[in-house]
């Protein structure tokens, strides 16, 4: 409660400031009026403090009534979807839960209504060291407990969502269906699907391992990039309009529309959603032809969704978004201007042929300075995240994504003329182009680092390289970069000690693996596995326990030793018993 009056005070304070025209006192009491937003947004979004949640009602032999937030998503059992909980018995609630449902022949879409019998249960946390927490994961987003039903515990009550979100679903599902109609291989529909709908279901693992190798990921989540093309590509359709005041604010509205059209058509996807606002807030700003800076239309883009949802800032996508739209306003522009450009390249010669390479050259540096400053912003996080690098990324991002607009046009073009064997013969050669280069930078050695360990303090340190190298260009002045180099030097201290301590480390530890056996034993950077038959003819079934550990520490396990029914092994000549080595090491 305190910080809520406290917040509310602070606020009027700034009004009054400002009405008054006393400026100086808005700037701490903004910081001051964001501290405590930060104490109460929390708690104001924490679904367990409200009394209506679904698990203040429950009981042992509970009945629930649940609408699908999205469509379900196939699991190697069956399926699983968001849900909210409308009902408890007889009791109206509220609250998300995650449903697993061991039935794969029933389709279920959005705003779907079930009768589920079952016991919501705390989502698995994390059991060894360093392995992903998928309860957290679900908390950031309102979900606190997941539901496992089998195929006699729902019925399906109601199958009809009235609404936006409900028509928006329906048309996102729609498009997919005509998309699967074309003439399109198996892999080119889930790059079409993924590419403008964001919908991943078809997608083979071989193919999102080859644009992950290639460092394109981005492509096949429909985010910022393709808002922007979206964007870019209605400004580009409205020429035509008269500039002036009048004309600018009719192709500003245009341009939301469309944007927001596109938004609609991938079903309101949280990327896509977040994406959508961000461009917004850019299109508002020079429709308006306002004093503010891309930083601050960025900024209040990204408070907007921290004032919704505190949870989205612990979103892998929007600290990547984010990040890099920072990188590119930030460096992009500074290395673009590295090479001193004649203002118009056409007036350069009246040779129209070097005129006209310049123009290229110009559009290539272009393309580089933008590719090389997101990815410069975003691979702290990347490292962090997924502990691997792209080698080629500038390969892939200079050759395939500025066609990215023309092979999201030729995918909107077939789908609104699915019989026109001139579209779907284009769409198949870009996608068949854009299947082959991927496979060819994924095919070359080492085009994917893996398995990069990176701490929190690694993470910090690296972001306050980059913070500092951005500084320093921005800035032009050597004063910054003493300071670059010591954080530079601190870093590499730090990267050397922790080798080090790698390099004499010992540890053996028992992975919580569920029914099966498996331990490591760690000597330096070398390890051995111990594991049941089971593990030891398929170690990939412990990846999920066992990776990231083995990443963080920089271990490469160099053997497997299988023991039998009891739980015996030999080792080094001697045979042992899983629990005397548990208990020696204890």
Not at 38 to 50: F, K, Q, R, T, V
Not at 448 to 453: D, G, H, R
Not at 473 to 501: Q, T
């Amino acid at each position: 409660m305190i910080p809520a009056i406290t917040a509310v005070v602070l606020l009027a304070g700034m009004i009054v400031c400002y009405f008054l025209k006393v400026h100086r006192p808005i700037f701490p009491l903004s910081i001051l009026e964001f501290l405590m937003l930060g104490l109460l947004l929390p708690y104001a979004h924490n679904p367990l403090a409200s009394p209506s949640h679904y698990i203040h009602h429950t009981h042992s032999e509970s009945h629930y009534i649940v609408q699908l937030l999205e469509p379900s998503h196939p699991t190697p059992k069956g399926q699983k979807a968001v849900v909210e909980v409308v009902q408890v018995d007889s009791v109206p609630t509220s609250g998300r839960m995650m449903l697993f449902l061991r039935n794969r022949t029933v389709q279920l879409s959005y705003g779907d209504r079930l009768l589920v019998r079952g016991t919501p249960s705390l989502p698995s946390a994390s059991e060894n060291p360093y392995q992903f927490d998928y309860r957290n994961y679900l908390r950031h987003k309102k979900i606190c407990f997941q539901m496992f039903a089998g195929e006699a515990d729902f019925d399906l009550l109601e199958s009809s969502p009235k609404g936006l979100l409900a028509w928006s679903q329906r048309l996102r599902q729609h498009l997919i269906g005509i998309i699967q109609s074309l003439p399109l291989s198996a892999s080119e529909q889930g790059i079409a699907e993924a590419l403008l709908l964001g919908w991943k279901d078809d997608l083979s693992p071989e193919t999102e391992r080859q644009f992950r190798s290639a460092g394109i990921t981005h492509l096949l989540c429909v985010s910022g990039l393709h808002v922007g093309i979206v964007a870019v590509l209605a400004g580009w359709l409205l020429f035509w309009v008269r500039k002036g005041p009048i004309g600018r604010y009719i192709k500003g509205v245009l341009q939301l529309g469309v944007v927001w059209l596109f938004a609609m058509i991938t079903g309101f996807a949280p990327s896509t959603t977040r994406a959508a606002l961000m461009f917004s807030v850019f299109i508002v700003g020079d429709m308006t032809l306002n004093s503010c800076t891309r930083y601050n239309s960025l900024a209040a883009s990204a408070l907007v969704l921290l004032l919704v949802n505190p949870g989205v800032l612990f979103d892998v996508g929007f600290q990547l978004s984010y990040s890099a739209v920072l990188g590119i306003l930030c460096l992009s522009q500074p290395m673009f201007l590295l090479i001193p450009w004649p203002k118009d390249v056409y007036l350069l010669s009246r040779n129209r042929v070097k005129s006209l390479g310049l123009l290229c050259a110009r559009k290539v540096w272009s393309l580089f300075c933008v590719t090389t400053s997101a990815q410069l912003a975003t691979t702290p996080l990347l490292l962090y995240y997924f502990h691997q690098f792209p080698r080629y990324f500038l390969i892939a991002n200079m050759t395939i994504v500025p066609f990215a607009g023309v092979l999201l046009g030729t995918v909107i073009l077939a789908l609104f003329f699915p019989h026109w064997s001139m579209a779907t013969g284009l769409l198949r050669k870009e996608l068949y182009a854009t299947d082959a280069v991927t496979q060819w930078i994924s095919s070359i050695p080492g085009a994917l680092v893996e398995n990069i360990a990176m701490d929190e303090v690694m993470l910090v340190g690296t972001v306050l390289l980059v913070v500092g190298v951005i500084v320093w260009v921005k800035s032009k002045r050597l004063i910054f970069l003493p300071v670059v180099l010591a954080v530079g030097l601190i870093l590499a201290v730090y990267c050397r000690a922790v080798g080090v301590m790698h390099d004499g480390q010992r540890i053996c530890i028992r992975y919580n693996a569920g029914y099966h056996i498996a331990i490591e034993l760690v000597e330096g950077r070398h390890s051995t596995l111990i594991a049941d038959e089971a593990v030891a003819r398929d170690p990939s079934i412990i990846d999920y326990q066992c990776r990231n550990f083995l990443t963080r520490k920089q271990v490469t396990r160099t053997r497997i030793i299988s023991t039998d029914t009891c739980g015996r092994f030999l080792f080094e000549g001697q045979e042992f018993e899983i629990d005397d080595l548990v208990n020696r090491e204890h």
